[in-house]
Nanobody, 118 residues
Framework: HVRFVESEGGLVQSGGSLRLSCTAH????????MGWYRQAPGKERELVAELNSRNAGGASEYADSVKGRFTIFRENDEPTVYLQMNSLRPEDTAQYLC?????????WGRGTQVTVSS
């Protein structure tokens, strides 16, 4: 079983910045991927950004819509990831869902709301 500690989202003006964090607790394979999906009302869930653990190669991936604005990173080998979101736009408004995927299963956090006002 895996549980997550997620930072709060928030309300930010267009052009502003926000940082999310997510820490996974529990048992999982050391080669894993962590990141965020997001879902807005009436839209499909989309991958925002993900980062592989060191044992999984350490690569990151971003949605085209956030490239150059969002950065996913970790500070050490602990299962904590951060999402620095800059130049936020109203279309970034969504529920952001932290996840961890290992070779056996995919785990989901409860999500946090990010709202960007125009």
């Amino acid at each position: 079983h895996v549980r997550f500690v997620e930072s709060e989202g928030g309300l930010v003006q267009s052009g502003g910045s926000l940082r999310l964090s997510c820490t996974a607790h529990g048992s999982f394979v050391s080669a894993y991927t962590m990141g965020w999906y997001r879902q807005a009302p009436g839209k499909e869930r989309e991958l925002v950004a993900e980062l592989n653990s060191r044992n999984a190669g350490g690569a990151s991936e971003y949605a085209d819509s956030v490239k150059g604005r969002f950065t996913i990173f970790r500070e050490n080998d602990e299962p904590t990831v951060y999402l620095q979101m800059n130049s936020l736009r109203p279309e970034d408004t969504a529920q952001y869902l932290c996840f961890l995927t290992d070779p056996l299963e995919q785990y989901w956090g409860r999500g946090t709301q990010v709202t960007v006002s125009s």
